[in-house]
């Protein structure tokens, strides 16, 4: 667990604030800040002291901070995975812009005091705070359950972790629907229907939003060319890479990364 103190900024241009890890963040005094999934589309949240957040992981937003103070709490991916296999399958968080909590409230407070005490209470406080909120984190707010009775007749959360692992294994390659049924040794009609049923998407999306969120991150690096990118990513052309990437993420890869490096 990390903790952040998030306090005003004097520049006036937003920001992109990547998080890779679940962040639970507090108001400390009353103020607001602007928000949003793209540049030019944000909105201006307000918040009374006390207030709090909650930003699940791997979620990418512009941010715009004129008068908000408030305390950031970076909980580990490694902390959420342990308090989703107590409920019996991986979880995702929500997203919570106002979120009431009394519980959580409490945790995070004690943290603030904590912090402004010079954490004197040492690691072992923190650590124990940590796996308290990821708990109540997961049993309050999470979005996908990734288990039996989540997923009926689908595939298990042991298949699609293999799934996930092949594809990124392949991510410079072209990947075919029966390599992808093979991995979990299912037939090819029988995989693909169940991993609708337990995804949502069908493989061929899941495929591409995998090598969309590979290309955005390769993309922060300035030295990597776009073509080199679309290449690692396993497409076979730039032009298709831009034309996915724009209808996946809003901009093309170039517009992306002009906004990244401009924070």
Same mark, same amino acid.
């Given at each position: ?43 201006? *949240? ?12 791997? *979620? ?56 402004? @005490? ?7 406080? *923190?650590?124990?705070?940590?796996? @308290? ?21 689908? *595939? ?108």
């Amino acid at each position: 667990m990390r903790v952040e103190l998030n306090v005003p900024e004097s520049v006036t241009e937003p920001r992109m604030w990547v998080k890779h890890q679940a962040v639970l963040a507090m108001a400390l005094r009353p103020g607001s800040i602007e928000v949003g999934l793209r540049r030019s589309e944000m909105t201006r *949240l307000s918040y009374d002291a006390g207030e709090m957040s909650l930003v699940p992981r791997h *979620l990418e937003k512009w941010f715009r901070n004129e008068d908000l103070h408030g305390l950031c709490i970076v909980i580990s991916n490694a902390a959420i995975t342990a308090a989703s296999n107590e409920t019996g399958g991986e979880v995702e968080l929500r997203r919570v812009d106002y979120l009431i909590d009394a519980r959580l409230s409490a945790l995070v407070e004690s943290v603030n005091a904590e912090r402004i @005490a010079g954490f004197p209470s040492g690691r072992l406080f *923190l650590d124990s705070v940590e796996q @308290a909120l990821a708990v109540a984190l997961v049993n309050g707010y999470a979005v996908r359950h990734c288990s039996a009775q989540t997923h009926r007749g689908g *595939l298990g959360c042991a298949r699609l972790r293999r799934i996930k692992e092949f594809v990124d294994a392949k991510m410079e390659d072209q990947v075919t629907l029966c390599e992808m049924a093979q991995s979990v040794e299912l037939s090819t009609s029988h995989f693909s229907r169940m991993f609708r049923k337990s995804t949502g998407e069908s493989p061929h999306h899941f495929v591409l939003r995998h090598r969309v969120e590979r290309a955005k991150e390769m993309l922060r690096a300035a030295e990597a060319r776009v073509l080199d990118v679309a290449v690692a990513c396993g497409f076979k052309t730039q032009q298709h890479f831009a034309r996915v990437f724009r209808r996946m993420c809003g901009v093309s890869p170039t517009e992306y990364r002009q906004e990244f490096l401009q924070l």
